[in-house]
């Protein structure tokens, strides 16, 4: 098939369906053979997130065991968590932690 226009340039006639040395099946078949191709790297710290992520998402937003435990120690009124404690937890829980110079 030929699709027809002027010769070089935009609207060039230009053959369709054979191999050139620029492409079509002859450059497909040589990259197969070189090994020449997309690669994808992933860095050490993206590696860890990706893994990290994963983890994270299995854990249950809510803990069934933890919650009946604290329900069943409040209506038994034998929960009597220290303020000090609590706050210092907290506080713990929201800081990042200090990095070392």
């Known amino acids: ?24 099946a ?15 790297s992933v860095s050490a710290t993206a590696a860890f ?6 983890r994270i998402a299995r854990i249950p937003d809510i803990r069934e065991a933890k919650v009946k435990a604290l329900k069943a120690k409040l209506e038994s009124d034998d929960y009597h ?13 929201c800081t990042p932690p200090k990095r070392e110079p």
């Open 1 to 24: 098939m030929r699709v027809s226009g002027k010769s070089g340039g935009i609207g060039a006639t230009q053959s369709v369906g054979q191999a050139g040395p620029a492409g079509g």
């Open 26 to 40: 002859a450059a497909g078949a040589k990259a197969a053979v070189t090994g020449v191709g997309d690669a994808l």
């Open 49 to 54: 997130v990706s893994v990290a992520k994963a």
């Open 81 to 93: 968590p220290d303020g000090e404690e609590v706050a210092d937890g907290m506080v713990k829980d």
